[in-house]
């Protein structure tokens, strides 16, 4: 029988002990300010830019809203960006991604102080993790170690694969595997007998960006499972890069789509926030 790995669960507990925290941090006069910057009306980013806030209130961080029509420049993005940077009333700045395509994601990512980067996406906080000196860390990936960790399942020394190398997932969750003693493998639309790779880990990290991609055959008996991806189907139901049905069968432990991974992001995010202001 395989174990699911109840991702709204472990986020909601984290959530609980960074509110705990951050009242704590309160009572002593330190606060976390988090400006959130939302380019055009995309429902999908409202939903997100939505739930981010939801969870700032909940743990008690304080968030600011900039709402950008779809038509801004980058130049009006860049120049509320620099804005925040030189404003000492504001901890953290969050740009909402995707960005509309007149606007340049990376010039834009490039422009937000690291030390205001909440999303770890900044090359300099990139770097950081990859040398293994303290810095913000890109949430999701961050999200699967919690679930891993407060699963009870141990990484060191286990033979874990990542399949997919984009610069917020795979290449960040392949040094965090790393970080905790796992042997990482990374994949990717180039990788060469594909199967016979995903077919060792004892920890299979999917993020492929395509529904329903894994099947068992990817997959080698027992292994933990942890699925990325979110996609809308036809009939506009959540699933994920892993086909569950077929999968979990096979698994040793597993995340759902929905309430997996994806939960754990917000909270992350969350983290991020709050470790700042106990520096
Ligand atoms: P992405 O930028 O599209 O990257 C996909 C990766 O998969 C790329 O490295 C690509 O290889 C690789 N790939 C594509 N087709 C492949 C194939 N046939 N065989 C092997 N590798 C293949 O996606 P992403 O931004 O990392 O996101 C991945 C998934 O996670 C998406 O479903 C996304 O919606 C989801 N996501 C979820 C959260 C969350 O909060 N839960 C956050 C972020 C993303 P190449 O590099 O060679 O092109």
Do not use: W
Not at 13 to 23: D, M, Q, S, Y
Not at 28 to 45: C, E, H, M, W, Y
Not at 166 to 193: D, F, Q, W
């Amino acid at each position: 029988m395989y174990q699911i790995i109840d991702g709204k669960k472990i986020a909601q507990e984290i959530k609980e002990e960074l509110r705990e925290t951050a009242a704590e941090l309160k009572a002593r006069g330190k606060t976390f300010v988090l400006a959130v910057i939302q380019v055009g009306n995309d429902p999908a980013s409202t939903v997100y830019v939505n739930n981010k806030k939801k969870a700032c209130a909940y743990v008690g961080i304080e968030s600011l809203s900039y709402e950008l029509p779809q038509e801004a420049t980058e130049e009006e993005l860049l120049k509320l960006v620099r804005q925040l940077n030189e404003d000492s009333g504001v901890d953290g700045i969050l740009v909402q991604l995707p960005l509309p395509e007149q606007i340049d994601e990376d010039k834009v990512l490039l422009a937000i102080s690291p030390e205001k980067d909440v999303d770890g996406f900044h090359p300099e906080n990139v770097g950081n993790l990859s040398i293994g000196r303290p810095g913000f860390v890109s949430c999701t990936p961050a999200g699967v170690i919690q679930l891993l960790k407060r699963s009870g399942i141990e990484i060191e020394g286990k033979e874990c694969v990542v399949l997919g190398r984009s610069n917020i997932v795979g290449k960040p969750m392949a040094m965090l595997l790393l970080r905790e003693n796992g042997t990482v493998t990374v994949c990717h639309s180039k990788t060469r007998h594909l199967k016979e790779i995903t077919k060792r880990a004892d920890i299979l990290v999917v993020a492929v960006g395509k529904p329903r991609f894994v099947d068992a055959s990817y997959v080698k008996e027992g292994a933990v499972v942890i699925d990325v991806g979110i996609h809308r189907n036809a009939e506009n139901k959540l699933c994920g890069d892993v086909d569950f049905d077929s999968v979990a069968p096979h698994a040793s432990a597993i995340t759902p789509v929905p309430g997996g991974v994806g939960p754990m992001t917000v909270a992350m995010l969350m983290s991020n926030c709050v470790k700042k202001s106990l520096q």
